[in-house]
């Protein structure tokens, strides 16, 4: 992995969702990191159901903690519902740190 994108998901991670105490890459809200030319970030994201009350809010955060990053021009971030969001999608980590 390119030391830009681990620092994108390093910024991703600092980004909690409001209900689950798991940040929102273990919690595997997040489906496709994908960089264009070290200045062009695509991300493919989705939210734990489609009723999640900061659909607008945290999108919007992960934009703005992408764009922090020097050197990083622009997000292109798409919100998908397909596949839909399970518990599967967590990682081992944020499983335990869940106690499931």
């Known amino acids: 992995m390119s ?10 991670k600092k980004i ?7 940040n929102i890459y273990e919690l595997g809200l997040i489906y ?25 809010s945290l999108p919007k955060s992960v934009k703005e903690n992408i764009l922090k990053i020097p050197d990083i021009k622009d997000v292109d971030l798409k919100l998908v519902w397909d596949p839909p969001w399970n ?8 499983k335990l740190e869940l106690n499931l």
């Open 16 to 22: 909690y969702d409001p209900e689950i105490p798991v």
């Open 32 to 56: 496709k990191v994908e960089v264009v030319d070290n200045k062009k970030v695509f991300i493919e994201m989705t939210l734990t159901s489609p009723n999640c009350p900061v659909a607008e």
């Open 3 to 12: 030391d830009l994108k681990e620092k994108i998901i390093s910024e991703i």
């Open 87 to 94: 518990k599967d999608k967590m990682s081992e980590a944020a």
